[in-house]
């Protein structure tokens, strides 16, 4: 399953990836230190349990084989004993001496084994050999599949299939004949199942911008990657998770966890980066904490415990930056302004689990919250002291929406996506939402979508099935008709 779905901006990307170092000495005692390698002592002993089990079959079979195929060479050789059943090792022996493996490679004298009889069985030199393909080509074939242009388009899949967690780094060729080709650049590996995902061009490294995602999972630490290095192994920052474990002492104990300072103490369900402070970070847990992460010190630097259940989305406002919404499981979302920390802040009930939420980035008192039971609820803050009903409400879908997104150049263009594994385009327009485009991706239930600002009607789209698909949205006859004047859509035209 894909989980979550980000666009790197065009031209941030190195147009070759560095290819990571491998770790050093004390690298790998600090991840072993780290506990991430770390088993029980029961697995641990399981384990080896199973392991001599099969080192013992392996070796029997191994044995076996053997012993047959050196009773068949003593076979043909006439050597072998009327009683197979019984054959010794030292007859064995004879038979493979036999052989002479030792001199197997070497020429019989006054044999050639490329007569003239035989016709021309091989080229004068490997520059005449069709077969045979020069070391330059390949590097410089190998170099160019590597190479990501600046009219490419990346996109980025946190991906889980198999119990295999990592994140998938795709590329969208844009091609002069309209045509798209897409494939995966690199891959990350995980150390957990991923949730949630935000890119930021944080300067981790000193550089002026960077190029880095970081994901949320199953497990309380947030880990940041550099998406310009290739099979890299350790995260560039971890924000919390787990210092240390206590190994219970007795049967039916749990075992007790220490967690870094600052740590969520469970799941990282959202992350939202801040665009205008772009070391800010912000973070929704099961833990029902809301915490505000300094990326470029590892830090945490605030903790709001402002829900009464799992947090599950939160999101800044792209024009008043210290604004930060959240929802929740509690049925509610709660809006914090940071210049205003004594302030209680402002809170909307809502009628379902909080899926997802979204600001508005054409103006800064809108923004969408969408529902475990298909709905849609819009509201705008300008009310929030007089009035907290939404200033619309809609059945969207028949499942949860998962997620929905504005698109940053197409005002009042709305995309949502469902676990009934639909997409759909809505025209919000007076607050009257009107469905305009409907798609089965056949992506299965819908989980992550997200509008390209580089091809404002390009929408990736990531579901249960693991497959990263694409919608040209421009191709709908309701957006083209409604929209595609107002958008500066340059990019390519796909629709895997």
Same mark, same amino acid.
């Given at each position: 399953?894909?989980?979550?779905?980000?666009?790197?901006?065009?031209g941030?990307?190195?147009?070759?990836?560095?290819v990571?170092? #491998?770790p050093s000495?004390?690298e790998? !005692?600090?991840?072993i230190?780290?506990?991430?390698?770390?088993?029980?002592?029961?697995?641990a002993?399981?384990?080896r !349990?199973?392991?001599?089990?099969?080192?013992?079959?392996?070796?029997?079979?191994?044995?076996?084989?053997?012993?047959?195929?050196?009773?068949?060479?003593?076979?043909a050789?006439?050597?072998?004993?009327?009683?197979?059943?019984?054959?010794?090792?030292?007859?064995?022996?004879?038979?493979?001496?036999?052989l002479?493996?030792d %001199?197997?490679?070497?020429?019989?004298?006054?044999?050639?084994?490329?007569?003239?009889?035989?016709g021309?069985?091989?080229?004068?030199?490997?520059?005449?050999?069709?077969?045979?393909?020069?070391?330059?080509?390949?590097?410089?074939?190998?170099?160019e599949?590597?190479?990501i242009?600046?009219?490419?388009?990346v996109?980025?899949?946190?991906?889980n299939?198999?119990?295999?967690?990592?994140?998938?780094?795709?590329i969208?060729?844009?091609?002069?004949?309209?045509?798209?080709?897409?494939?995966?650049?690199?891959?990350?590996?995980?150390?957990?199942f991923?949730?949630?995902?935000?890119w930021?061009?944080?300067p981790?490294?000193?550089?002026e911008?960077?190029?880095? +995602?970081?994901?949320?999972?199953?497990? #309380?630490?947030?880990?940041i990657?550099?998406l310009?290095?290739i099979d890299?192994v350790?995260p560039?920052?971890?924000?919390?998770?787990v210092?240390?474990?206590? =190994?219970k002492?007795?049967?039916? =104990?749990k075992?007790?966890?220490k967690?870094?300072?600052?740590?969520?103490?469970?799941?990282?369900?959202?992350?939202?980066?801040?665009?205008?402070?772009?070391? +800010?970070?912000?973070s929704?847990?099961?833990?029902?904490?809301?915490? +505000?992460?300094?990326?470029?010190?590892?830090?945490?630097?605030?903790t709001?415990?402002h829900?009464?259940?799992?947090?599950?989305?939160?999101?800044?406002n792209?024009?008043?930056?210290q604004?930060?919404?959240?929802?929740?499981?509690?049925?509610?979302?709660?809006?914090?302004d940071?210049?205003i920390?004594?302030h209680?802040?402002?809170?909307w009930?809502?009628?379902?689990?909080?899926?997802?939420?979204?600001?508005?980035?054409?103006?800064?008192?809108?923004?969408?919250v969408?529902?475990?039971?298909?709905?849609?609820?819009?509201?705008?803050?300008?009310?929030?002291?007089?009035?907290l009903?939404?200033?619309?409400?809609?059945?969207?879908?028949?499942?949860?929406v998962?997620?929905?997104c504005?698109?940053?150049?197409?005002?009042?263009?709305?995309?949502?996506?469902?676990t009934?594994?639909?997409?759909?385009?809505?025209?919000?327009?007076n607050?009257?939402?009107?469905?305009?485009?409907?798609?089965n991706p056949k992506a299965?239930g819908?989980?992550? +979508?997200?509008f390209?600002?580089?091809?404002?009607l390009?929408?990736?789209?990531?579901?249960?099935?693991g497959?990263?698909?694409?919608?040209?949205?421009?191709?709908e006859?309701g957006?083209?008709?409604?929209?595609?004047?107002?958008?500066?859509q %340059?990019?390519p035209?796909?629709d895997?």
């Open positions: 399953m894909i989980a979550a779905v980000s666009w790197v901006p065009k941030v990307s190195k147009s070759v990836p560095a990571a170092e #491998p000495k004390e790998i !005692e600090e991840i230190k780290s506990g991430a390698l770390e088993r029980t002592s029961d697995d002993e399981s384990e !349990e199973e392991e001599e089990d099969e080192d013992m079959e392996v070796d029997t079979s191994k044995q076996t084989d053997e012993v047959s195929q050196a009773l068949a060479v003593a076979d050789l006439g050597r072998a004993p009327k009683n197979k059943s019984t054959a010794k090792f030292d007859d064995i022996t004879e038979g493979l001496k036999e002479d493996m %001199n197997y490679d070497e020429e019989d004298e006054g044999i050639e084994l490329f007569s003239s009889g035989l021309d069985l091989y080229y004068p030199s490997n520059e005449a050999d069709p077969y045979l393909k020069d070391d330059d080509d390949e590097d410089s074939e190998e170099l599949d590597m190479t242009k600046p009219k490419d388009a996109i980025v899949c946190a991906r299939e198999d119990e295999f967690s990592h994140l998938e780094v795709w969208l060729e844009e091609s002069d004949e309209g045509e798209s080709n897409m494939y995966v650049h690199h891959d990350i590996v995980l150390s957990a991923p949730l949630c995902a935000a930021l061009d944080c981790l490294k000193g550089t911008k960077g190029n880095f +995602i970081a994901v949320g999972s199953m497990d #309380p630490a947030i880990e990657w550099d310009d290095i890299e350790q560039s920052v971890v924000l919390g998770g210092a240390e474990k206590q =190994k002492k007795k049967k039916g =104990k075992t007790s966890i967690y870094k300072e600052g740590s969520h103490t469970d799941s990282v369900l959202g992350l939202a980066w801040n665009k205008h402070f772009r070391n +800010i970070l912000a929704a847990s099961a833990d029902k904490q809301v915490k +505000i992460w300094d990326v470029a010190t590892g830090k945490c630097d605030i709001m415990e829900h009464t259940d799992k947090v599950q989305a939160v999101a800044w792209h024009h008043e930056p604004v930060l919404l959240s929802g929740s499981f509690d049925h509610t979302v709660v809006l914090k940071g210049r920390p004594t209680p802040g402002f809170k009930s809502v009628t379902a689990d909080v899926e997802s939420l979204a600001w508005d980035p054409h103006n800064s008192h809108s923004f969408v969408s529902l475990e039971d298909g709905t849609i609820q819009g509201f705008d803050i300008r009310t929030a002291k007089s009035d009903k939404p200033s619309f409400t809609l059945h969207a879908h028949d499942k949860a998962c997620s929905v504005y698109n940053p150049s197409v005002p009042n263009l709305l995309a949502t996506g469902s009934d594994k639909m997409v759909k385009l809505w025209d919000l327009s607050n009257q939402p009107s469905c305009i485009a409907s798609k299965g819908v989980f992550s +979508i997200s390209s600002e580089d091809s404002p390009v929408l990736a789209i990531g579901g249960s099935k497959k990263l698909e694409i919608w040209d949205t421009s191709s006859a957006v083209s008709r409604k929209f595609t004047s107002s958008s500066k %340059n990019g035209r796909a895997a």
